[in-house]
Nanobody, 124 residues
Framework: QVQFVASGGGSVQPGGSLRLSCAASGFSLDDYAVGWFRQAPGKEREFVAALSRSGLTPRYADSVKGRFTITRDNAKNTVYLQMSSLKPEDTAIYYC?????????????????WGQGTQVTVSS
C-alpha cells in the first residue's frame, strides 16, 4: 500500500521554527522528486519547496526563500521541511508530494502521490 505520511506540524509563535517530516511507504522515493505545498483557509494550494531526486537541486517559493529548507534522506525514505523565522502568513495545512518527472516542478499537476497534510499555525 502506497502511503505518504506527514508529521511535525503544530502551533508556534512568530519567529519560531518547526521541522516537518514526510515518510513514504510502499514505494521508494529514490525515483521521485519531492515537494511541499500548503493551503491556507479559503486559498488555493500553493507551492512551497521542491527537491530533485539527487537532493542537489532545490526550488523555493519567493515567500519562503531564506527561511525554509527542504531536504531528503533516501535511506529513510523521508522528506523534511525545516521552517524558521515563521510568520503568521505561513499558517496553513502543509502537504508533501512526490513527482515522477525528471525535473523539479512547482506545479501541483506534476505530482503523483500526496500525503495527508499536517497543520502549521503561527500565532502569538
Amino acid at each position: 500500500q502506497v502511503q505518504f505520511v506527514a508529521s511535525g506540524g503544530g502551533s508556534v509563535q512568530p519567529g519560531g521554527s518547526l521541522r516537518l517530516s514526510c515518510a513514504a511507504s510502499g514505494f521508494s522515493l529514490d525515483d521521485y522528486a519531492v515537494g511541499w505545498f500548503r493551503q491556507a483557509p479559503g486559498k488555493e494550494r500553493e507551492f512551497v519547496a521542491a527537491l530533485s531526486r539527487s537532493g542537489l537541486t532545490p526550488r523555493y517559493a519567493d515567500s519562503v526563500k531564506g527561511r525554509f529548507t527542504i531536504t531528503r534522506d533516501n535511506a529513510k525514505n523521508t522528506v523534511y521541511l525545516q521552517m524558521s523565522s515563521l510568520k503568521p502568513e505561513d499558517t496553513a495545512i502543509y502537504y508533501c508530494a512526490a513527482s515522477s518527472d525528471i525535473n523539479v516542478r512547482i506545479g501541483l499537476g506534476w505530482y503523483n502521490a500526496w500525503g495527508q497534510g499536517t497543520q502549521v499555525t503561527v500565532s502569538s
